[in-house]
């Protein structure tokens, strides 16, 4: 177990649908970040939060957003959903906002669109 | 910006006998290099990381890296590898100092065979 928990593990639903995808970061980490694992483009970068505030942006679709809570844990809403977006999406949490601990990172939520 | 370069996309090998997983980065700034182990149906887990120092870096599981600055490189290496260390390999380089993203390659599955 990372520290990072990630619910819910799998997740089916219907292109057009919308889904939230919840990360509860590891004990004392204040910077979450949400990354999406898929065959074809490797692990991308979507977006970081740290202590409740937004501080970087990746490769995150409008149809994407996120959001950090006062007790830390985040979520990913995904709306509109397409086919393309069946992946892996993963989270991970960092003490700081700057890299040099590197990441712990939870064990993702499978999502499939169908 | 950074970009990193994993050379090979599977590496097959014999257990016992060593390996070295490649890694190449572009950087116009001081790097921080992470490699990172995904076993199947889990998250990415730090295996180690070089921030400064000693070029090279012994992590977990009898791995370690090799900082090479003139080459842009971050080699991992494992003089006899385990049934137990199949699993994927992802090089991950950020530039030092401040907030800077983490870019990761694409990664490298191992396959030991018994």
């Known amino acids: 177990d990372s520290g990072v928990t990630q619910t819910p593990k799998h997740l089916i639903t219907a292109t057009g649908q919308r889904v939230t995808l919840r990360c509860s970061p590891r004990?004392?980490?204040?910077?979450v970040y949400w990354y999406q694992q898929s065959l074809d483009q490797g692990l991308q970068f979507l977006i970081q939060?740290?202590?409740?505030?937004?501080?970087a942006k990746g490769n995150i679709l409008e149809r994407f957003s996120a959001q950090q809570f006062p007790d830390l844990h985040s979520e990913l809403n995904l709306s509109s959903l397409e086919l393309g977006d069946s992946a892996l999406y993963f989270c991970?949490?960092?003490?700081?906002?700057?890299?040099?601990?590197?990441?712990?990172f939870g064990s993702g939520t499978r999502l499939t669109v169908v | 910006a950074q970009s990193v370069t994993q050379l090979d996309s599977q590496v097959p090998v014999f257990e016992e006998a060593p390996v070295e997983l490649r890694c190449n980065y572009s950087?116009?700034?001081?790097?921080?290099l992470f490699w990172y182990v995904q076993y199947p149906n889990q998250g990415l887990q730090l295996l180690l990381k070089y921030l400064s120092g000693s070029t090279l870096v012994k992590g977990i599981n009898g791995f370690e890296a090799e900082f090479n600055k003139s080459q842009t490189s971050f080699h991992l290496r494992k003089p006899s590898v385990h049934i137990s260390d199949t699993a994927e390999y992802f090089c991950a380089v950020s530039g030092s100092g401040g907030y800077q993203k983490v870019t990761f390659g694409i990664g490298t599955k191992l396959q030991v065979i018994p």
């Open positions: 991970a949490s960092s003490v700081g906002m700057v890299s040099n601990y590197g990441y712990t």
């Open positions: 939060y740290y202590n409740g505030e937004e501080r």
């Open positions: 950087s116009s700034v001081s790097v921080y």
């Open positions: 004990s004392g980490d204040l910077s």
